[in-house]
């Protein structure tokens, strides 16, 4: 075992230490003061061990003082070079501070060189150390070793081969039981920051890693936060090392927490990638994100050597105002938390680390009756639990959950009265063992809390724990505590009340749990640095989707988002933010964890946030806004002392203002602070004297209830953590960069969707007469809500636009409209086409200002209503080539893009499948010249190309259009050879057969086509258009006939007089590459979506 002190432990006697044996036969720790660490007294110590036990091989005591390393043995008895090499490699491989050598001493590095040494060489290498003051004012650390020199026996020797323990102590009753206990207590790694190249560890581990050779070896629990997952990695494998030179016959189980969002253990910028937190990953919706996260978390945790992870959590947060869980929920829902907690579970499995749920039987819904320090307590009874709590578990469970977390939390209910959960055998035994079947590990809550350690102590509770059916026990942060809870194991064994079988039983089930996740094999290779490295970029790619994804606008009332919309480019915007402790997972951590070491406990019962003097956490998110913008960003914070005379002033001055909260509900200061600002804000007046509200956003960077049922909070987006990533992703949504499609998860979400269909407006059928000069107002203000620089759909577009007016096409459209003002807050066009079967909605308007009123929703409802009734409809389409207003969603501006595909999805539409479409101009038709060549190659093509007009060729054209299905092309090609002679067709004609091998129409601006072509008007010159180009399957130069016809076109076109040239409808993925080469750019560009109408699954609304 290797004891590591700090200096605190030494003696206030000068050259006075302390030093703490084992002996073997009955675990007692007993301590030996020596005066001096001279050879004789330590020869003592070593001698009174190996006669106590009666052990053959010889034990070695080595001290480490200023990184050098002294070491004596008993007399006559060999130094194992095992021993030595395992020893002597821990102060280096781990990172200990490297000191200057002192003389008289031996260094680490030659004690590696030495042979076995005679009594008369210990003596005279103890008696160099002897003298040196052990006081010394650059003395840190002083390092003790007192082990076995080898776990095997030497040649000749009486002792067992491994696994033989028992008979190696004597035979003696209790032994196994006893060194198996130690095997199923869970340390830790308290704390492994990145700046100090010092790591502490609690004696416990080295005791174990050192001392016990039984497969019930010690599962080690690190809390890591390393700057480079390259320490991790070595510290892993250092620790797997050890345990296997010293007899382990299977490899230690290395758990870590690792939930992301802000509780991630093992951080690092370059090669760890930060995830949303649970709630932050349900706020996308994406069941499919939640797996493929959790995959790529434990993928990275694997890399490093981490094989059992601790998550999901699956707790139903049903008391949100006084939680300490938070985010790290995935929200209130027990269905939805049960979805996703197996989601989470899969995925981590699915990367090869085996699961522990937690917290059991929940921490979602506690009540804090007593102090701060006080334990928690569930109220509620099984029955209720059953019915919300616990489905989430039972799912887990039934799943394949590995392991079990329990939680120390008080029961007080009608039929329970547990003190701690983790050590009531009602919990575990029935209640999660028999009630939920559950096979797999407990692990208990750590027993360091301090209501347990003052209610019952740690000794007791470890015996009560054992006893109530926990297979290991977590003990977090100290040696002295880890020494009670072995001391209380000791009695509990030897006065009855802990069973052998208990032990045998749980350390089947660690073992079983092992062998899920790891061999020597895995655990002595892990993938380390280049395995992170390969995954960096996909996982880069995820991170930022997931975090895009996650960003939720719960409100914006008076449509403040983009910030472009309430301030001009040199105005002023003011950032107040709150001050908060740096989440770990986090480069500001980074550069506090350099000052002071900060607690990484999971769970803390306190109910008031911890906060730092100083800005770092808000310090990037205010750069990055002014980054963004030529104006002014004001940043400054805020605090408990409320609102300052400095943020009234700052407000005045401002533009606009932005709320910045972390848990406002558990830190009431920041709730009444953003109240505050929110009166001045409607408390504004212009010079003139009339009230003027001032924009406010509230941004929620934790918890999204801290206003989430506040309607006089207008503005209100949520985060779910403030990372570097999601604040990033929050700049993005705020200046328009980025669509918010994150909605609250749970219950509150599904009412306000509810609330939001309650809102059914009235749908009125389109009457020409009177809502005709209403629509084209209508168009005017969509036209105008245009984003600067981008070119509208609706340029050219009058109400008649959507008028076919054709016997063969059905149509209906709908209004939805004040009655009193006879103002249209929104439109929709369908179509029925006969000749495919297709109902189509041509358009679906709503007005900037009456938008997310659930007006588009009335409409669309209406709308599918309508086609469902059409006789013979086969299939759905968004968006028409007939009339060519809207081909598809629009997909010209990426953040509607997406939000328009995230609307349509929700409403039915298969957006997935959608297909790339637009519409192509070609300009300066005076000066234009076909490419080189081109002209040369269709004329050794054996193709002939003529123009036709009029029904004389209408069977020939109608019969070779048929071998295209599209939606509305057949309509396109009689309303073409009805519309002579501003309209025909060109041909492309196989010379020996007459045989049509493509067809394209062509008409020009007073054609009656071109009044369903609006894009034709919006050129602001004479122009022509090209329209439907329907090319043979037979045809093998497709991009040949396609290009002679357009080129024809072209021809013909500028005959007449035109300037550009509009072709509508173009495939992307078939003809734009063929059309570009003929000097087409595009205009609008659309995604077209088709829906089976017979496999349609949206219920309508009334």
């Known amino acids: 075992m290797i004891y590591l002190l700090p200096r605190d432990f030494l003696s206030h006697r000068a050259q006075s230490i302390r030093l703490y044996t084992l002996a073997f036969d009955n675990f007692d720790f007993m301590p030996l003061e020596l005066l001096a660490p001279s050879q004789p007294v330590v020869s003592a110590a070593v001698n009174r061990i190996s006669d106590r036990q009666n052990i053959a091989s010889s034990y070695l005591v080595t001290y480490l003082v200023e990184g050098s390393l002294v070491s004596t043995a008993g007399a006559g008895a060999p130094i194992r070079p095992l021993f030595f090499d395992v020893c002597n490699r821990l102060p280096y491989s781990l990172g200990l501070p490297r000191f200057r050598p002192i003389s008289g001493c031996v260094s680490v590095p030659y004690l590696q060189r030495l042979s076995p040494i005679s009594p008369t060489t210990a003596a005279t290498i103890t008696a160099a150390t002897a003298t040196y003051p052990i006081h010394h004012p650059e003395t840190r650390f002083l ?23 028992a008979a190696w102590l004597g035979g003696s009753r209790q032994d196994v039981t006893l060194l198996a206990l130690v095997g199923l207590i869970l340390s830790s790694i308290p704390s492994i920051h990145p700046s100090p190249s010092l790591f502490r560890f609690p004696l416990s581990t080295f005791i174990t890693l050192k001392k016990h050779p039984l497969p019930s070896s010690l599962p080690f629990y690190p809390s890591i936060m390393a700057d480079a997952a390259e320490d991790a990695t070595r510290l892993v494998l250092e620790l ?248 209380g194991l000791k009695l509990g064994v030897e006065n009855g009340i802990i069973g052998r079988a208990r032990i045998e039983q749980s350390l089947r089930r660690v073992l079983k749990l092992k062998a899920k996740c790891t061999s020597w094999e895995r655990a002595l290779n892990p993938p380390g640095i280049p395995s ?301 086409f006969r000749s495919t079967g297709t109902g189509v909605i041509g358009s679906l308007i709503v007005h900037p200002a009456r938008r997310k009123l659930s007006i588009g929703n009335s409409l669309h409802s209406r709308a599918i209503r309508t086609l469902l009734q059409r006789k013979g409809v086969k299939r759905f389409q968004l968006g028409s080539r007939l009339p060519g207003i809207y081909l598809g969603i629009p997909s010209a501006n990426p953040v509607e893009r997406k939000r328009l595909r995230q609307w349509f999805a929700n409403l039915g539409w298969n957006t997935a499948l959608s297909r790339p ?52 092309v057949i309509d396109i090609y009689r309303v073409a050879l009805g519309g002579a002679p501003h309209c025909g067709i060109i041909r492309a004609t196989r010379p020996g057969d007459g045989a049509i091998l493509g067809s394209v129409v062509i008409y020009n601006g007073r054609a009656t086509l071109a009044e369903h072509m609006p894009a034709l008007k919006s050129t602001q010159v004479p122009a022509g258009g090209i329209s439907s180009p329907v090319i043979s399957p037979s045809v093998g130069e497709y991009a040949t006939v396609m290009q002679g016809l357009v080129l024809l076109g072209i021809k013909q076109i500028r005959k007449q007089g035109a300037e550009a040239v509009i072709m509508d409808s173009v495939d992307v993925d078939g003809n734009f590459e063929c059309l570009s080469g003929l000097g087409f750019s595009t205009l609008h560009s659309f995604e077209e979506v088709n829906c089976d109408a017979a496999t349609w699954t949206m219920v309508p609304g009334p």
């Open 240 to 487: 797997q090392t050890i345990a296997r030179d010293a007899g382990h016959p299977v490899p230690l189980l290395i758990a870590l927490d690792q939930e992301n969002g802000g509780v991630n253990s093992l951080y690092d910028e370059i090669y760890i990638r930060q995830y949303p937190s649970a709630m932050g990953i349900a706020a996308t919706g994406s069941k499919t994100l939640a797996h493929e996260v959790a995959t790529a978390t434990a993928q990275e945790l694997k890399a490093v050597g981490v094989n059992w992870i601790l998550g999901p959590v699956l707790d139903v947060l049903t008391n949100v105002r006084s939680q300490p869980l938070g985010v790290r929920t995935t929200g209130d829902d027990p269905q939805e938390v049960s979805q996703y907690g197996v989601e989470f579970m899969k995925g981590y499995q699915k990367a090869g680390l085996v699961t522990c749920g937690k917290h059991f039987p929940s921490y979602g819904n506690l009540e804090f009756l007593g102090s701060q320090t006080d334990v928690p307590i569930i109220t509620e009874s099984l029955e209720q639990l059953s019915l919300t709590a616990l489905v989430p578990f039972r799912n887990a469970i039934v799943q394949g959950l590995d392991s079990m977390m329990v939680g120390g939390v008080s029961m007080s209910s009608a039929g329970v009265n547990v003190m701690h959960a983790c050590l009531s055998e009602q919990v575990v035994d029935d209640l999660l063992r028999k009630d939920l079947k559950f096979e797999g590990v407990v692990v208990s809550e750590c027993l360091e809390m301090e209501a347990l350690t003052h209610n019952i102590g740690v000794g007791g509770g470890t015996v009560m724990a054992k006893n109530a059916g926990c297979d290991i026990i977590l003990l977090c942060r100290s040696f002295q505590v880890q020494q009670e809870a072995i001391n």
């Open 532 to 832: 992170l490295t390969q995954m960096q970029p996909s996982h880069t790619s995820l991170s930022t989707r997931a975090y895009n994804s996650s960003i939720s606008v719960v409100r914006d009332k008076k449509n403040l988002l983009p910030l472009s919309n309430i301030l001009e480019s040199n105005e002023e915007l003011l950032l107040l933010t709150p001050l908060v402790k740096p989440l770990p997972a986090s480069a500001v951590s980074r550069s506090v964890s350099e000052h002071s070491n900060m607690s990484l406990d999971p769970i803390s019962w306190d109910r008031t946030a911890s906060v730092l003097s100083g800005e770092s956490v808000f310090k990037e998110l205010g750069r990055s806004l002014s980054r963004q913008r030529s104006g002014r960003v004001l940043h400054t914070s805020y605090t408990a002392n409320g609102v300052r005379p400095i943020h009234e002033n700052l407000i005045d001055r401002a533009n606009a203002v932005i709320v910045v909260t972390a848990d406002a509900n558990r830190n009431l200061y920041q709730h009444g602070f953003t109240k505050h600002v929110s009166m001045i804000c409607r408390s504004q007046f212009t010079p003139s004297g009339e009230a003027r509200e001032k924009p406010l956003i509230v941004v929620a960077a934790s918890s999204p209830y801290d206003f989430a049922m506040d309607p006089s909070i207008g503005t209100y987006i949520c985060t779910y953590d403030f990372t570097e990533t999601a604040l990033e992703a929050l700049v993005k949504v705020l200046y328009g960069e980025l669509n918010p499609v994150g909605s609250l998860p749970g219950s509150i979400s599904r009412s306000q969707k509810l609330h939001q269909a309650r809102q059914h407006w009235l749908v009125e059928t389109w009457n020409e007469e009177r809502d005709a000069r209403s629509l084209d107002s209508l168009l005017d203000a969509v036209r105008g809500d245009c984003a600067q620089g981008q070119r509208s759909e609706l340029l050219g577009v009058t109400s008649s636009s959507f008028l076919l007016r054709r016997e063969e096409i059905d149509e209906a459209h709908f209004v939805v409209r004040n009655s009193s003002t006879q103002a249209l807050y929104g439109f929709c066009s369908t179509y029925f």
């Open 917 to 968: 479409v637009c519409s192509v101009v070609l300009r300066n038709l005076t000066t234009w010249t076909p490419p080189d060549g081109l002209i040369f190659g269709l004329q050794n093509a054996d193709v002939t190309y003529d123009l036709v007009h009029g029904w004389d060729h209408a069977d020939s054209i109608l019969d070779h259009i048929k071998t295209n299905s599209r939606q509305g």
């Open 143 to 165: 390092y003790f070793a007192i082990a076995p020199a080898t776990f095997l026996p030497t040649p000749g020797s009486h002792g067992p081969q491994r696994g033989h323990v």
